[in-house]
């Protein structure tokens, strides 16, 4: 289900619904382009416990911001009842247009001046159904990124010079322990009460920080 991410970065209040007793959820829109036209979407719906409630995807035309924004939208149209909903995705197009531009786009009917001609905008037809399902749910979205910092172990042996390098590595801290197990009430790590900290409290939000390395070492 979901993938622990490096980075949590930018989270947004897209729209801010006021519901009581609501159910939150971890919503995590995913797609992938096999060409320029058409690819595959996937979205994973979670409790805020954890538990998985849904998970689908399919393949479909449309190039990569076409693809991710179809998994928000049947995500979002996947929930039964007002909830809150934190959603994730590494798609730049998608979180920045869900709190940047869509408000623009609803006050001009979704569509724009080209030319001296008044068009639909990119992916209109999808656009005003996420409009519509953000007038149910209140959502909150972060833009997730990751990078390949290491590719593991070398299956060559290590040269005389490497072993050299290894040695003068300094280590300030020992490293810690296996962690004893988790608690079965509310959230399960660290990551996902962080991230669903502005569903659940009772005043104002706070503005967020970055998630770091440290806050999952003192998940343990």
Same mark, same amino acid.
């Given at each position: 289900m979901l993938n622990t991410p490096s980075t949590v970065a930018?989270?947004?209040?897209?729209?801010?619904?006021d519901t009581?007793?609501? #159910?939150?959820? =971890? /919503?995590?829109?995913e797609a992938t382009a096999s060409s320029l036209t058409e690819g595959t979407?996937?979205?994973?719906? *979670?409790?805020?416990?954890?538990?998985?409630?849904?998970?689908?995807?399919?393949?479909?035309?449309?190039?990569?911001?076409?693809?991710?924004?179809l998994a928000a939208?049947?995500?979002?149209?996947?929930?039964?009842?007002?909830? #809150?909903?934190? =959603? /994730?995705?590494?798609?730049?197009y998608l979180?920045?247009?869900?709190?940047?531009?869509?408000?623009?786009?609803? *006050?001009?009917?979704?569509v724009w001046e080209h030319f001296g001609r008044r068009i639909d905008v990119q992916h209109a037809d999808l656009w005003r159904r996420v409009d519509r399902a953000l007038c149910i749910h209140r959502v909150e979205a972060c833009l997730v990124s990751s990078? =390949?910092?290491?590719?593991?172990?070398s299956p060559t042996t290590p040269s005389a010079e490497?072993?050299?390098?290894?040695?003068?590595?300094r280590i300030d801290s020992p490293h810690r322990g296996p962690g004893g197990p988790r608690g079965s009430n509310g959230p399960t790590d660290q990551l996902r009460r962080w991230l669903l900290r502005g569903n659940v409290s009772d005043g104002p939000q706070?503005?967020?920080?970055?998630?770091?390395?440290?806050d999952l070492i003192e998940s343990r």
């Open positions: 930018n989270a947004r209040i897209t729209t801010v619904h009581e007793k609501c #159910s939150d959820y =971890l /919503l995590v829109c979407w996937r979205f994973s719906l *979670e409790s805020s416990d954890g538990e998985p409630v849904f998970d689908a995807g399919d393949s479909d035309l449309g190039d990569l911001n076409r693809l991710t924004l939208v049947r995500g979002l149209e996947s929930i039964d009842g007002p909830s #809150s909903v934190t =959603l /994730l995705s590494h798609n730049r979180v920045r247009s869900l709190s940047d531009s869509l408000p623009r786009w609803r *006050e001009n009917n979704f990078r =390949l910092v290491s590719v593991g172990a490497e072993n050299q390098n290894l040695s003068n590595i706070e503005s967020r920080r970055r998630f770091t390395a440290k």
